[in-house]
């Protein structure tokens, strides 16, 4: 893995303005589908349509929930530096780059791969507390810390 320098600001803002973009996509599918229930017809012909409509609304429910939450999560994020890995800290090693904040997956920022992780993950509660050039293994994968930002 090649060295290159981040901004954890840039980083941080990043991943907050994706959580946003998913809150707004969002936010537009439940305004869709909502609409579209109130548009079906109230005959019992159309009662399985209306409940796979309900049950979609219940799952865009809960997935806003989630992402309402992981905004509220990335307020606790802190951009304060530290030789060991905590929230808010950028671990890069030998394989991936880790960003500890909240579980939003894989993303690509400036052109790298990045993968955002709750602290209650396994890979998070493995490497907290860790410094550069400590060596861990998490499902029978071997890592080597490179650095903490």
Known sequence: MQKAI??????RIFVRDMISG???????YLNFTLEASRE?????KYDSIREEMQDEIYHLDKQMANLKNMQEQM??????????AK??????????????????????????????????????QKIMGMKAGEEFTLNKIHQKIIEVL
């Open 6 to 11: 981040y901004n954890k600001n840039d980083l």
């Open 22 to 28: 998913k809150i707004k996509t969002l936010e537009f």
């Open 40 to 44: 079906v017809k109230k005959t019992s």
């Open 75 to 84: 307020k606790k994020v802190l951009n304060s530096d530290s030789e060991h």
């Open 87 to 124: 929230l808010g800290s950028l671990v890069i090693t030998n394989k991936a780059r880790f960003y500890i904040s909240v579980s939003l997956g894989e993303f690509f920022f400036e052109g790298d791969r990045f993968y955002a992780i709750s602290p209650e993950s396994p890979m998070a």
